[in-house]
């Protein structure tokens, strides 16, 4: 979970990387590419050497959260490139976006309880949101 909260973190940082070079209309798609392949090397490729085939509810499932995530990733290129949103704008909306659709997924699909702690991660996240969006 560590190595892929910092990834997501890369491929975000990434995207204000291009567009704070000028380059977020241009090599966004190129960029997306090689940020999946190489995630996919990583894993893939131990996988079949040990011969670790996924099933396919997990190629199912798998490709629908590669299909949402590199949805949200074009869409927040195009936010930074296409229509110059402001990043303290644009990685807000993102994240919170991000946030409160698994918050509501997890309590409206899977009956999920929030807990005390629950409420105050979901809290703490809102405000660290909000904290960065304003500096």
Do not use: D
């Not at 050497?49 to 997990?58: A, S």
């Not at 927040?76 to 990043?87: D, E, S």
């Not at 809102?126 to 500096?135: D, E, G, N, P, Q």
Request: charged content about 10%; glycine content about 14%; some cysteine.
């Amino acid at each position: 979970m560590l190595i892929s909260f910092l990834c997501n973190g890369c491929e975000t940082f990434g995207l204000r990387v291009l567009a704070g070079m000028g380059f977020a209309n241009i090599a966004v798609e190129q960029y997306i590419l090689y940020y999946y392949l190489g995630g996919f090397v990583c894993i893939g490729v131990p996988l079949c050497l040990k011969k670790v085939w996924p099933t396919k509810t997990e190629v199912v499932i798998g490709a629908l959260m590669a299909l949402c995530s590199i949805a949200g990733t074009m869409s927040l290129a195009l936010a930074l490139g296409r229509y110059k949103m402001p990043g303290n704008i644009a990685y807000p909306i993102s994240s919170g976006g991000s946030l409160f659709v698994v918050v509501i997924a997890g309590v409206a699909l899977f009956k999920e309880r929030l807990g005390k702690h629950g409420i105050i991660g979901c809290a703490l996240g809102t405000i660290a949101i909000l904290l960065l969006s304003i500096s």
